[in-house]
């Protein structure tokens, strides 16, 4: 069960993180994988260990919000079965601390960086036949976050894209979902940690895992297995849901 072989798959911000875990277990189930993100060593570094398990695949320096950098890598890989939008940024701050420059730039990855892919993935899938998308939104989007309205905002579009795809294509055999994580414990994570917080590591990261009702924040890992069922065949008669993955932030943190 839950195997891609033969299955072409493109994964966007593969270079770490939630990506980077979606591309391995991926290459590990028998797809080949075409892994885009904007540093092209953190690619080429996920690349390497698909490759040190007998898994195949490419890495492709690309910054998703340019549509023409996407054009021409997609071009280069030529056809697709499945298309992982995980690649994201966020923003700290609310309406009056966020400017439209800040806007702008996290609009360029999180919405524009989307639906470029969609935009020249899906052309791709109606001439092979079908194919699965798989969007990463976020808990932003259905729930009042602190201090994420650049963030939010973007998150929400990219639910909204979901289902309308997901409509939209029906009768051309490609299904559209997307994953809501909450915190996920990513270098991104440890990252913002760090800048912020310096000599409190520890605390802020036990406080901010405790936010999430089941005690911890999600892994990976996790994300990436619930990313391989949805993107499996066995998940065939699914399309336009999200998954809320928040160890029950949105229904149980009341």
Known sequence: MFRLDQKIAVVTGGGSGIGRAISLLFASAGAEVHILDLQEQAALDTLAQIQSEGGRGHAYSCDVGRLEQVQSVFQQ????DILVNNAGIAHVGNLEHTAPEDLEKVMAVNI????HCLYTAVPLMKQR???VI?????????????DRFAYSLTK???MA????????????HIRCNCISPARIHTPFVDGFIAKN?????SEIFEKLSKTQPIGRMGKPEEVAALALFLCSDEAGFITGCDYA??????????
Do not use: C
């Open 129 to 131: 036949g079908g194919g």
């Open 112 to 115: 524009w960086g989307v639906y």
């Open 245 to 254: 993955f928040d160890g029950g932030f949105i229904k149980l943190n009341n």
């Open 161 to 172: 894209m979901t289902l309308s795809v997901a409509k939209d294509y029906l009768h051309d």
């Open 156 to 158: 929400g579009a990219v």
């Open 197 to 201: 917080y310096p000599g409190r590591e």
């Open 77 to 80: 890989i030529g056809t697709l």
């Open 134 to 146: 798989l969007n990463l939104s976020s808990i932003a989007a259905q729930v009042g976050i602190p």
